[in-house]
């Protein structure tokens, strides 16, 4: 029987209501009175020696109140990058400095020259219209081999090359690993690409910019999945604002996908402008914009190469990536490729000796981040497609060779620094095979060639490491911050509960799912309780919501403060039924001593702590408010098993999607409903990446997908409706509840058996393709099949 | 130039530049920043109203050309009384939203939608929608939220 409220109901959304109706606030939504408007004058050529900005013109024109270069930034702090990383030779990278407004050069097209500050959003553009750049156009650097090679134009002149770093993980394993390769039985080598994305939340960036000169106050209001973070880089690393001057509100955002982690340039500029002109300046992105200025994802060219002993045992994998970082490091850029892939590099299986190298690499092109998934995708999409490709070289079912091979005792400590607390990889690979009727494949792909088609089935397992991090280890790795996030739980004197949360919510549900878990601790009403989020001045602190951490360690914080908040009740309960605090017990709202029938209930409980008339003064502090920080004692790690069936059409290479499934497990779920809908999304986008997204660049550095019409959105045709499964439950073994977050997974896991099943499906027609790169549009699938059919020929 | 137009069936007027957007008329102008901006290439959809009972993509049309028009938005489509619309509810009730920026768009279209085919098959839902970018959802429960907003039984598939 399903729950109706608490932990594990599909309690419906309460943020709905205002979505639903037009009253969600999101930053766009905000004008204050007297408010300027800010456009960017961005580069329209890759990169270039910038001699001179004529702006005489421009800002003789109506409505311009004045327009910003790199000169006036001069005396401004580079936008920060949060992860250092030591490279192969304990060097650190290499790390350059990253101006609000290009100065001397232009690194990328986007990247803005000017800002244009005028009293309409109109006037603003026009005038940008006007302004003449004076620039000598350098060689592009675009192709990331290229750019690593002897002689290559350099992107930035103070480095010694575009290698940001060459790093070897784990150095110590490289020797047996190339020893493992020389003994093994056989090797399946798989050069792959893993294409540059563009996150696309459908809200594009915004920054409104405030400042109060009497009190010296400064706000600003940003399309932020974390305001903290944003507060703690721009006052401290760009502007130089102490935390208690610089307030940063995030309200409704319309989604972020890891693209709205970063502290970017217009961030900065608003909150500096604001300051300069003493007026309120709005910048509002367009999607054209969007397109060359939010971080882009993936971006990865690897060389996999999995070693297997006689009976089909993994005995080594070795790896060589090219990351593409863009032209500068962003907010986690770094630590992409390197601590969110190589520690995944060992996937769900018990492979002894792992090597993974990853050459970081700067071009002129946007700045690429963390993407739905950030690394783990990449890991689990280069390991996957190789065992699948194993499996056919050796003739083994690929399905089998993976269970022969899967982890199955646990605690697990891979060859590559993490511990796998708990899981169960049969167990989800058993439900796929439910969920996806694999008993019914050979009937269905016998239907689809009796009309002319081709069907294949992919399957995939994948692992993730989430609720990132625990600070003492990702501070060893490099991270520059602590991970670790807050809550406070502030009962109100008749017993409703504010909770301010360091996570923030822009699509994820807090403000249901949090409230269901507080409601099964005390035993009150969801909608008693209120979750508070993204504003720096309502809420404790908070490293904000990404790598499906919202819940295993924001979450974890808000279960701690409750329970000091129900401790703390407990006595003066103890004091108002005149018992001892050891005998009470709180249940459905309402304290009693055990073994008795003597019970107070939680409003009058609460009602004393703030009306303190018949109160142990002397004992107990007044109030019921509590705040915990939360820090992980390890990764989670969610895993799972997914499915894709496909229909081709041998005469186009077009691929439609019959079928996708997903098992996963994510520990304990709190709201089943909302846990599924983030497994559509994430599955949804993992299609979307391995069928028609692809973000691309000609040799100059043009951005030739900046728009809907050329960079290929999943719709809802391209799209089947998933079967997905959350039952099997192993719960995390290190936090309060068990969870280990979701939000990820359908992006990691989806990919590699989108191209297992096209390869499936090809195969069967009787074509050798044994690799295409993604997207897999209908021209690439088209051009492999013929390339098949005349090497046969 | 000046304008008068009927919006949620209350008369408003305006003055504008022949460049000002339908959709900036509205969220700037009138202040209904529920009508969103997602795209500017007509794309995406987030925009979505409708023009004397037409579907029409707010970011598309002068403000001028709706001049004397009758313009529904997502802000009139509950009751009065705050009563959602029965697809608004079936949206609620099947998770078809999540961080709510494309909502109002899709929300406008599958009214359009069950107006001229009141019991789509879930094919045409999702031509029908082929206008209108979700990046949260996958899809899965706004078609499902259509069809039960049209009081259709669910697809085996959609269960989940």
């Known amino acids: 029987m399903p729950k109706d409220s608490g932990i594990g109901a599909s309690s419906k959304r309460r943020e709905d209501i205002r979505f639903l109706t037009g009253t969600g606030k999101y930053t766009d939504d905000i004008n204050i009175h007297g408010q300027l408007y800010v456009h960017f004058l961005r580069a329209d050529v890759a990169h270039a020696k910038l001699n001179g900005v004529d702006t005489a013109e421009a800002a003789a024109m109506p409505g311009v109140v004045r327009i910003f270069t790199g000169a006036d930034f001069e005396a401004v702090g580079s936008i920060p990058c949060g992860w250092q990383i030591t490279d192969r030779h304990g060097q650190p990278m290499q790390e350059p400095r990253h101006p609000v407004l290009a100065h001397g050069k232009i690194r990328h097209v986007g990247e803005p020259v000017a800002a244009v500050v005028a009293e309409t959003r109109a006037q603003a553009r026009d005038a940008a219209e006007a302004i003449v750049l004076d620039y000598d156009e350098l060689p592009a650097v675009v192709d990331m081999k290229a750019a690593v090679a002897e002689g290559a134009t350099k992107v930035h002149d103070e480095l010694t090359s575009n290698l940001c770093y060459d790093w070897g993980f784990v150095e110590e394993n490289k020797a047996a690993t190339d020893a493992a390769f020389a003994a093994a039985a056989h090797v399946t080598t798989l050069e792959l690409v893993n294409n540059r994305l563009v996150a696309n939340p459908m809200e594009p960036r915004v920054a409104v910019g405030e400042y109060d000169r009497a009190d010296d106050m400064h706000t600003l209001h940003t399309t932020s999945q974390n305001p903290h973070v944003i507060r703690l880089l721009m006052g401290a690393f760009v502007l130089g604002i102490p935390e208690h001057k610089l307030r940063v509100v995030a309200p409704d955002v319309g989604g972020g996908f890891g693209t709205k982690i970063f502290h970017y340039q217009e961030e900065a500029f608003c909150t500096f402008a604001a300051k300069a002109l003493n007026r309120p300046v709005k910048w509002t992105s367009t999607r054209s914009e969007a397109f060359m200025s939010d971080a882009h994802g993936r971006d990865h060219v690897s060389k996999i190469q999995l070693a297997l002993d006689a009976d089909n045992n993994f005995t080594a994998i070795r790896t060589e990536t090219y990351a593409n970082m863009g032209a500068y490091l962003s907010t986690f850029a770094p630590s992409v490729p390197t601590w969110l892939h190589g520690t995944l590099m060992a996937g769900n299986y018990k492979t002894p000796l792992v090597y993974v190298n990853v050459k970081a690499v700067f071009t002129n092109t946007v700045p690429v981040d963390a993407y739905r998934g950030a690394g783990r995708p990449e890991a689990t999409y280069q390991l996957e497609r190789v065992i699948d490709m194993a499996a056919r070289e050796l003739g083994v079912d690929p399905v089998a060779l993976r269970r022969q091979n899967y982890i199955t005792q646990f605690p697990y400590a891979t060859p590559v620094a993490v511990e796998y607390d708990t899981g169960d990889y049969n167990a989800t690979m058993d439900k796929l095979t439910e969920i996806a009727d694999f008993a019914g494949f050979e009937a269905r792909r016998k239907e689809s060639e009796a009309r002319g088609k081709l069907r294949g089935l992919g399957v995939n397992s994948y692992i993730e490491a989430c609720g990132i991090a625990p600070s003492n280890l990702v501070g060893q790795l490099g991270a520059r911050a602590g991970l670790y996030d807050a809550a406070t739980v502030r009962v109100n004197a008749t017993g409703s509960i504010s909770v301010m949360v360091g996570a923030h919510s822009h699509g994820q549900g807090h403000e249901t799912s949090f409230p269901q878990v507080i409601s099964e601790m005390i035993g009150i009403p969801e909608d008693q309780i209120d979750i508070v989020h993204g504003d720096t001045s309502k809420i404790p602190f908070g490293m904000g919501t990404y790598g499906s951490r919202s819940l295993a360690v924001c979450g974890s914080a808000m279960v701690r403060a409750a329970e000091k908040v129900i401790n703390k009740a407990k006595r003066i309960a103890a004091h108002l039924l005149e018992a001892s605090e050891g005998d009470i017990e709180l249940k459905d709202g309402t304290f009693s001593v055990a073994g008795t029938d003597k019970s107070v209930a939680w409003g009058d409980v609460t009602l004393a702590a703030y009306v303190p008339h018949n109160y142990p003064l002397t004992d107990i502090e007044p109030g019921l408010e509590e705040t915990a920080f939360y820090d992980p004692a390890n990764f989670t790690y969610p895993a799972g098993a997914y499915a894709c069936e496909v229909e081709l059409d041998p005469e186009t290479g077009h691929v439609k999607i019959e079928r996708f499934s997903a098992a996963d497990d994510f520990g304990n779920v709190i709201n089943p409903m909302i846990v599924s809908g983030q497994v559509h999304g994430g599955i949804a986008q993992g299609i979307g990446q391995a069928l028609l997204e692809n973000c691309a660049y000609d040799a100059d550095g043009q951005l030739i997908s900046a728009s809907y019409m050329d960079y290929a959105m999943p719709r809802a045709d391209d799209l089947p409706f998933y079967s997905v499964d959350h039952s099997c439950q192993t719960p995390c073994t290190h936090n309060p509840l068990g969870v280990k977050g979701c939000g990820e997974a359908g992006a990691i896991g989806s990919p590699p058996s989108v191209v297992n099943a096209v390869i499936d499906a090809i195969q069967s027609g009787g074509m050798n393709v044994a690799h295409i790169d993604m997207p897999l549009t209908p021209h690439r699938v088209w051009a492999a099949m013929h390339a098949a059919r005349t090497d046969a020929a | ?160």
Do not use: W
């Not at chain 2, 290439?41 to 050309?65: D, I, P, R």
């Not at chain 2, 909502?103 to 406008?108: A, D, E, L, R």
């Not at chain 2, 029908?128 to 990046?135: D, F, P, T």
């Open chain 2, 1 to 160: 130039m000046k304008l008068t137009m009927k919006v949620n069936g209350r008369e408003v007027t305006g003055e504008v530049e022949g460049r000002t957007l339908l959709v900036d008329f509205l969220r700037s102008d009138l202040r209904l920043t529920g009508t969103h901006v997602g795209c500017d290439t007509s794309q995406c959809g987030a925009c979505t109203v409708h023009v004397n009972g037409e579907l029409v993509k707010s970011c598309t049309m002068f403000a001028a050309e709706a001049d004397g028009a009758e313009v529904a938005t997502i802000e009139g489509a509950a009751a009065e009384d705050g009563t959602l619309s029965a697809i608004q509810q079936a949206f609620q009730d099947h998770h078809g939203l999540q961080c709510g920026y494309c909502t109002p768009g899709m929300v406008m279209t599958a009214a359009s939608l069950l107006k001229e085919n009141p019991k789509p098959t879930e094919h045409e839902v999702r031509q029908y929608l082929e206008g209108n970018i979700c990046r949260c959802t996958g899809y899965h429960n706004i078609v499902k939220a259509i069809m039960a907003a049209s009081g259709q039984e669910m697809p085996a598939m959609a269960a989940e």
